[in-house]
């Protein structure tokens, strides 16, 4: 990955010029009016929104993404196709220069209150329900370029990620340690059947978000729709509920194992009795979570080796991080 951007590309005045103009021509092509100056409240180093205020009263939103997270475009306009009840659907997409033009999705979960445990059980049944509905279009996401993160290519995936001793910053206090990758290198034979048992365990392949939280769903009138898949790759679909525990947990101050926990999984999980029994989604979920951490640092290294070097340092410790959870329990390792 040759090309980075970055903070300096997104307040770049040239950059800007170009990417509100391609805005501007497609609210014509809707017949959207823009009134008022465009505001840039969100500016990472892996994207950047702009809010563009239209003559309606209403507003849109111009999205540009690095190269990390190149596959958002193409992702987020297919899913507008498949789901467009699951998804905030584009107005407009231009994966050349990874821009999406959004309309604005309202209030987000964690807006609307998202410190009850019923809220997060009803978005984990919607998600589930989307996921199911993408998996026969798996491979054609991995045609169009979204990252191919499916079980059985893990193995591979991670044999390179340990190899990287920069993004891994072996060697440093912040990095991950020498002993620490031996220790992850020494289980990569467990690793791999794992893996081999999720590929084999008769759950489909699917979109696999793997930032879903409480900040990245819109929720009106009981209705959630997804948006932001610039983390997001084709994978077993349980990977996605690594993160998505971890938030609740935390925003409902929930041990590990908590029955609470419990209930989140197996409501997700009630949604793929199709797939199989009770206690055989029980036990992928189970590998899911432990093949999870290093599938998750491959994503922070994909987004970090899109970002200007210099702005990596703040989120440089991501890589190792999620590395070195692989050798930590997971959310559910206290269940009864």
């Given at each position: 990955?040759?090309?980075?951007?970055?903070?300096?590309?997104w307040r770049d005045a040239d950059w800007r010029t170009a990417a509100l103009a391609?805005?501007?021509?497609?609210?014509?092509?809707?017949?959207?009016?823009?009134?008022?100056?465009p505001e840039q409240p969100h500016v990472r180093s892996w994207s950047t929104a702009?809010?563009?205020?239209?003559?309606?009263?209403?507003?849109?939103?111009?999205?540009?993404?690095?190269?990390?997270?190149?596959?958002?475009?193409?992702?987020?306009?297919?899913?507008?196709?498949?789901?467009?009840?699951?998804?905030?659907?584009?107005?407009?997409?231009?994966?050349?220069?990874?821009?999406?033009?959004?309309?604005?999705?309202?209030?987000?979960?964690?807006?609307?209150?998202?410190?009850?445990?019923?809220?997060?059980?009803?978005?984990?049944?919607?998600?589930?329900?989307?996921?199911?509905?993408?998996?026969?279009?798996?491979?054609?996401?991995?045609?169009?370029?979204?990252?191919?993160?499916?079980?059985?290519?893990?193995?591979?995936?991670?044999?390179?990620?340990?190899?990287?001793?920069?993004?891994?910053?072996?060697?440093?206090?912040?990095?991950?340690?020498?002993?620490?990758?031996?220790?992850?290198?020494?289980?990569?034979?467990?690793?791999?059947?794992?893996?081999?048992?999720?590929?084999?365990?008769?759950?489909?392949?699917?979109?696999?978000?793997?930032?879903?939280?409480?900040?990245?769903?819109?929720?009106?009138?009981?209705?959630?729709?997804?948006?932001?898949?610039?983390?997001?790759?084709?994978?077993?679909?349980?990977?996605?509920?690594?993160?998505?525990?971890?938030?609740?947990?935390?925003?409902?101050?929930?041990?590990?194992?908590?029955?609470?926990?419990?209930?989140?999984?197996?409501?997700?999980?009630?949604?793929?009795?199709?797939?199989?029994?009770?206690?055989?989604?029980?036990?992928?979920?189970?590998?899911?979570?432990?093949?999870?951490?290093?599938?998750?640092?491959?994503?922070?290294?994909?987004?970090?080796?899109?970002?200007?070097?210099?702005?990596?340092?703040?989120?440089?410790?991501?890589?190792?991080?999620?590395?070195?959870?692989?050798?930590?329990?997971?959310?559910?390792?206290?269940?009864?």
């Open positions: 990955m040759s090309e980075t951007t970055g903070i300096r590309t391609w805005a501007v021509e497609q609210l014509d092509r809707a017949g959207l009016v823009l009134e008022g100056e702009i809010r563009l205020p239209l003559r309606s009263g209403d507003a849109v939103w111009l999205k540009s993404v690095g190269p990390g997270s190149a596959q958002e475009p193409v992702l987020a306009e297919a899913l507008g196709r498949w789901v467009p009840g699951h998804v905030l659907v584009p107005l407009a997409v231009e994966p050349s220069r990874r821009l999406l033009l959004l309309p604005d999705g309202g209030r987000t979960l964690r807006g609307t209150g998202s410190g009850e445990l019923a809220a997060w059980e009803a978005m984990l049944v919607d998600h589930a329900r989307l996921q199911v509905a993408v998996a026969p279009h798996a491979d054609e996401l991995v045609r169009r370029g979204v990252p191919d993160h499916r079980p059985e290519r893990l193995p591979g995936l991670v044999a390179d990620l340990l190899a990287d001793d920069e993004m891994q910053l072996v060697g440093r206090s912040d990095g991950l340690s020498r002993a620490g990758r031996e220790r992850v290198v020494a289980d990569l034979g467990a690793y791999a059947r794992a893996c081999r048992e999720l590929a084999n365990g008769g759950v489909p392949a699917s979109v696999q978000h793997d930032d879903l939280h409480d900040a990245n769903v819109f929720v009106a009138d009981g209705r959630h729709r997804f948006f932001d898949w610039g983390d997001a790759s084709v994978s077993h679909p349980f990977l996605v509920l690594l993160v998505t525990l971890r938030f609740a947990a935390r925003v409902l101050e929930l041990p590990n194992g908590d029955p609470a926990l419990v209930r989140l999984r197996d409501a997700y999980l009630d949604q793929w009795l199709d797939f199989g029994t009770t206690s055989e989604l029980r036990e992928l979920c189970g590998l899911a979570l432990r093949v999870g951490p290093l599938q998750r640092a491959l994503t922070w290294r994909r987004i970090l080796r899109g970002v200007h070097p210099e702005e990596r340092v703040e989120w440089a410790g991501s890589v190792p991080g999620w590395t070195a959870e692989h050798l930590a329990p997971s959310t559910l390792s206290a269940e009864p």
